[in-house]
């Protein structure tokens, strides 16, 4: 998710649910629903770990 999806998905949800009553606890939620949907695609994307020794180009 690019940083201006998330600025507008905030923004819609401020409209959504209210205004500036919602602000800070709806910034919070998006701001930790974002983190993680990142951090699992971050996870994903890079596989287990592994170490330079236990890389077979290095054999």
Do not use: E
């Not at 800070?24 to 170490?51: I, K, M, Q």
């Amino acid at each position: 998710m690019t940083l201006g999806l998330g600025v507008a998905l905030t923004a819609v949800l401020w409209l959504v649910l209210g205004g500036w009553q919602w602000w800070v606890p709806g910034l919070w939620f998006v701001a930790l629903a974002v983190v993680g949907v990142t951090g699992a695609r971050t996870r994903a994307r890079s596989g287990p770990r592994t170490s330079a020794a236990d890389d077979p180009r290095r054999r």
